[in-house]
């Protein structure tokens, strides 16, 4: 099961990280790649990020290459969003989920988990 944690109410500009934390299972002994998604309000969920088993290859998409970054820790069993200079639009439902490659098409992604409500407001 994941669980996406680390929402909550950001002002624009600021640098949340979340964090996607596996139990009952191993990211890395499942060679899970780990995408990140969003559904904001009255929208579509949409794929933003994910990264390779390894950990060498990583997708953005336009929204927000250069602002997020993407990466995990094996010992954690963890994979992280790091959120920067966050904009009103980014206010979303944020959700991981796995899927075994990483190839910046994310229809294949599943284990859905709770996700985390961002909220980008002043």
């Known amino acids: 099961q994941l669980q996406a944690s680390g929402g909550g109410l950001v002002q624009p500009g600021g640098s949340p990280r979340l964090s996607c934390a596996a139990s009952g299972f191993s990211f890395d002994d499942n060679d899970y790649a780990v995408g990140w998604f969003r559904q904001a309000p009255r929208k579509e969920r949409e794929g933003i990020s994910c990264?390779?088993?390894?950990?060498?290859?990583?997708y953005y998409v336009d929204s927000v290459k250069g602002r997020f970054t993407i990466s995990r820790d094996t010992a954690k069993n963890t994979v992280y969003l790091q959120m920067n200079s966050l904009k009103p639009e980014d206010t979303a439902v944020y959700y991981c989920?796995?899927?075994?490659?990483?190839?910046?098409?994310?229809?294949?992604?599943?284990?859905w988990g709770q996700g985390t409500l961002v909220t980008v407001s002043s």
């Open positions: 990264i390779s088993n390894t950990g060498d290859v990583t």
């Open positions: 989920a796995t899927d075994l490659v990483c190839l910046g098409d994310y229809s294949g992604f599943d284990n």
